[in-house]
Every structure is written in structure tokens, then in C-alpha cells.
């Protein structure tokens, strides 16, 4: 990858999208020749100089200060998970980012799955930074049996969607799971850009899908703590799960992901209907592989 075209597209991006009106600006003048703000009017408001911003949007990122990231991250209403995008980005141009880390295995310590095989009234399970599905419990296994039909282990959340046609059926709002994945492998990419996993995942989808093409190139970032899901089972049929992501301390690069419907709705009948047929299917071949690491 790139690191100054990526700091060039990022920050251009932003100030496409963001107009005088959003920023508190008059807009002088009549028809605009530029989406959004005007590189002098990003640079007012940053408190910068025109000549200086010109330099970081083209990718010259390296030597800026973090009150200088912060004020620009400010003029251009960054989010976050956009803030700490911009500033995973300029460590990167710096040569301060994490360094290429060695292979590890998508495996987990056995006392994950204990407390996965622990949770017994929701769908619960783990995922890696490249969305590689490395552990479940029951319920998750059942939730998730369109995605783990794939035999290539480990199933991936991102192949599924833009690889896989029964993803559109299987997400309600496709297209917002799509914005999402994106999103945040884009996070991750700025994060550990020496991750040559990742770097493979990311290529493959490129090759492979147009919407994941178009959707990258938006240089959209995101973070993922918790929302709402709106899935289609082919067995239990629609259901709308709330979830909750949570990082595990002793394995920062992984997450566990918990659902729940509300009480005394249709998608808690789904859940339990999805229980009772989960007791009754074997695990997908391969979903349980070596726990340790």
C-alpha cells in the first residue's frame, strides 16, 4: 500500500464531503469548482497555512504534530474512528507503526471456547482483526451456517459478503453490511499496514468484487462496539439482534461478539427456534480446529 496516497485520498475524501455550510462558512461566490471545502478553507480553519496543508494532503504527513492532526481532524469533523485513522496514517508516514508482525495462527486458548461453550441462550463467538471466524458456540454456529458453508478455513465475514451470493439473502440490509466491512478493514489496513494477511484479503476482494472496489476506494473507516443486526436464517427466518464486540484483554487482536434479541418479540422466537434446531445439526466440518496456541 501506498502510505502517502493513502493520506492524499483520506483527507481529500473528507473535504469533499464536508460543504461551507457544515463548517460555519459563507459560502462567497457563485457555482463551486470543488465538492466541499477549498484546501485555504480547511487550512483556516485547522490554523494552519495554505502552503503547509497543501503539503499534508499530498501525503508529506510524517513531521506533523499531534496538536496539528488534532486541530486538522477538528476542521474536518473527523469522527473516532477517523481521528485515529489520521493518526495511524501519520505514524505510518513516520515509520512509527507497528512493524510487521510475525504469523500467528488462527487458533484460540481452550478457556475461550469454555466460555463460548458457556453461553448458552445467545449466539456468541470470536473473530480476528481480518474477520477470520476462529471460534463459536452453538448457537453462533447455527446463526452463522450460510457463512461456514464455505469449506475454506478459516470462514471469513468479508468473502462472505462480497464472495458469496447467499449474503444478500442472509443480510437484511446488505449493503450496510458491506459499507461496514469495508470500513473497517480499512481501519485495520491503517492500523497494521505490515499485516500481509490482511494485504492478501484486501487484493483478493479487489480482484474479485466491483462493490468491494467501489467501497474501498471511498476511504470510509469505521468502528464496530455494538449496533443492531437484521439477518435473514434460512431455517428460523428473520431476525433482529442486537450485539455487543468487546476486545479480549489477554488477546487485543481478538474480539468477541454476543447477540441478543429483545424479550418478547418475534426475534426471540427465532433465537429459540434457532436453539432447539442448533441442538439437533453437528458443527459445520472444520469449525472447531487446534484451540491452542
Do not use: C
Not at 494532503?57 to 492532526?69: H, K, N, Q, T, Y
Not at 418478547?264 to 427465532?270: E, F, G, I
Amino acid at each position: 500500500m501506498n502510505p502517502q496516497g493513502d493520506i492524499r485520498e483520506f483527507l481529500t475524501s473528507r473535504r469533499a464531503r464536508l460543504t461551507p455550510d457544515k463548517a460555519g462558512l459563507p459560502a462567497y461566490g457563485g457555482t463551486r469548482r470543488v465538492p466541499g471545502l477549498r484546501r485555504e478553507e480547511v487550512a483556516m480553519l485547522a490554523g494552519v497555512s495554505v502552503d503547509y496543508y497543501n503539503r499534508l494532503e499530498r501525503g508529506r504527513i510524517s513531521g506533523a504534530s499531534d496538536a496539528v492532526l488534532e486541530a486538522l481532524a477538528d476542521a474536518l469533523q473527523l469522527d473516532e474512528a477517523e481521528r485515529v485513522h489520521l493518526f495511524d496514517l501519520a505514524r505510518r508516514s513516520a515509520g512509527t507503526s507497528a512493524r510487521r508482525r510475525s504469523a500467528r495462527p488462527a487458533t484460540i486458548r481452550p478457556v475461550v471456547q469454555q466460555v463460548l461453550d458457556a453461553i448458552t441462550d445467545a449466539p456468541a463467538w470470536v473473530r480476528n482483526a481480518r474477520f477470520d471466524h476462529l471460534a463459536h458456540n452453538q448457537m453462533a454456529r447455527a446463526l452463522y451456517s450460510p457463512a461456514l458453508a464455505d469449506p475454506r478455513r478459516p470462514a471469513n465475514s468479508a468473502r462472505f459478503i462480497y464472495l458469496d451470493p447467499a449474503a444478500q439473502d442472509f443480510f437484511v440490509d446488505w449493503e450496510r453490511a458491506a459499507d461496514d466491512i469495508a470500513a473497517m478493514l480499512r481501519s485495520e489496513a491503517g492500523r497494521h499496514p505490515h499485516d500481509q494477511k490482511l494485504q492478501d484479503l484486501i487484493g483478493e476482494l479487489s480482484t474479485r468484487s466491483e462493490d468491494f472496489r467501489r467501497r474501498w476506494a471511498a476511504h470510509d473507516v469505521r468502528f464496530h462496539r455494538t449496533g443492531v443486526k437484521q439477518l435473514h436464517h434460512p431455517v428460523v427466518g428473520e431476525m433482529e439482534l442486537s450485539f455487543e464486540a468487546m476486545t479480549l484483554s489477554s488477546d487485543p487482536d481478538l474480539t468477541l461478539l454476543v447477540y441478543a434479541a429483545a424479550p418478547d418479540t418475534p426475534s426471540a422466537d427465532a433465537l429459540r427456534m434457532l436453539a432447539t434446531w442448533a441442538a439437533t445439526e453437528e458443527a459445520p466440518a472444520g469449525d472447531h480446529g487446534p484451540t491452542t496456541r
